[in-house]
């Protein structure tokens, strides 16, 4: 691995395998092109993928208070769907009429998409990310702008176009991106301490507290903003220390008696609507459950399922050797990073009812493993 300086004096690693510079996108072109587009524009919105993330509001509400320090009087963040209650605490400087969740308010979220003459596309690859909202997105005639770390990246929809994979999370992109921005120059004391407290937050939850996807960038990033101030005890106890006590309870059933694990190595837990509701699960709450199974030595891919009304959730995780993205995009309608993916099962249509969700899983987790991996 050879380390090399771009402008910006930020080290850029050289991979050996790929021979591409990481993070080439952030160039000069490109933030003076991304710049101009916010200098020029008017409205902007700032949108990000279905069911959000601590990755997903961290680098959206990060990209609104850098809106905000540049002097942008009307941006807003333009969500599909409502964000987990936990991550309140990362929003509360943004005010109440600045963020529109598509699934509540469909009028306000498409009449800001229609009307914004910039879009900035934080986490997510692909405009059908953004489920329900996906066609007004597609059909708003601003210029858009993507920050992203998924694997192929639609490239062609978007003005301009920052896409990294070998990278922690949108957030710590997005934090490379505003460091090369001329009113920070390098000098992360200058991002406002709210943009500063969400980058960390994003970067956080999406390395799992530092447990993958670091790499070393991902630790200069951590170093500088907590030497411009931010306060990593207080995002650890918000993230971490301030859940419910029927969360822990249901934890605790899942391992015990609805985990089940394959001759293939393959756990999986079903959790349907009824156990939901005896727990009292919140949005988030179920958050991090999935990478538990992967402590087992014999598991290499772990796969949680939550009930829907029309559709049972996927999310699945792999051991490095394993990709629970191909597996996703096979079998599960979904895709994501190669260690972490999501998607979903149809209901009606990949599966007639829940109790057959164990049967489609052995039966395809089987196949993959045996025939694809
Ligand atoms: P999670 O299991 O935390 O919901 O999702 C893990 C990752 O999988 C996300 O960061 C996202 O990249 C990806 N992902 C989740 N659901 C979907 C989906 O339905 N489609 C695609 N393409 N990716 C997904
Ligand atoms: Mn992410």
């Known amino acids: 691995m050879k380390l090399i300086y771009d402008m910006q004096y930020n080290f850029v690693i050289l991979h050996p395998k790929n021979q591409r510079n990481k993070m080439q996108d952030i160039n000069f072109d490109n933030i003076h092109r991304f710049g101009s587009l916010i200098a020029q524009a008017a409205r902007i919105a700032i949108v990000t993928h279905m069911r959000p993330d601590g990755d997903a509001m961290g680098s959206s509400t990060a990209m609104y208070h850098f809106l905000s320090m540049l002097g942008k009087k009307e941006h807003k963040i333009i969500i599909p769907d409502p964000y987990p209650a936990y991550l309140d605490f990362i929003t509360s400087e943004i005010p109440a009429g600045a963020i529109c969740a598509h699934s509540t308010d469909k009028a306000q979220a498409e009449n800001a998409l229609a009307q914004s003459d910039l879009i900035i596309c934080l986490d997510f690859n692909a405009f059908h990310r953004t489920d329900a909202m996906a066609p007004a997105l597609e059909s708003s005639k601003a210029a858009k702008v993507l920050i992203d770390h998924h694997i192929g990246p639609d490239r062609e929809s978007f003005a301009v176009s920052f896409s990294e994979t070998q990278i922690s999370s949108a957030s710590e992109l997005l934090y490379h991106i505003l460091m090369a921005f001329p009113q920070i120059d390098s000098d992360a004391s200058r991002l406002p301490a709210a943009c500063a ?35 990593r005890d207080n ?59 992967l402590s087992i030595g014999k598991v290499r891919m772990s796969l949680l399922l939550k009930e829907e009304e029309d559709r049972i959730r996927v999310s699945i995780r792999s051991k490095k050797g394993t990709s629970a993205n191909r597996c996703a995009r096979m079998f599960f309608n979904g895709g994501g990073h190669e260690n972490a993916a999501g998607g979903r099962l149809n209901k009606p249509g990949d599966v007639a009812t829940i109790a057959e969700v164990p049967e489609y899983i052995e039966k395809y987790t089987h196949i993959y493993l045996t025939e694809y991996e």
């Open 197 to 231: 407290t969400a980058l960390m937050t994003g970067m956080t939850t999406d390395t799992n507290n530092f447990a993958n996807s670091v790499y070393p960038s991902t630790l200069g990033m951590a170093s500088s903003l907590l030497a411009a101030g931010v306060d």
């Open 235 to 293: 995002i650890l106890s918000e993230l971490y220390n301030r859940h419910s006590e029927s969360r822990l309870r249901l934890m605790g059933h899942m391992m015990k008696d609805l985990m089940k694990i394959t001759d293939d190595g393959v756990a999986y837990i079903v959790l349907d609507t009824e156990t939901m509701r005896n727990y009292k699960v919140q949005d988030g709450d179920t958050e991090g459950f999935v990478n538990m199974p």
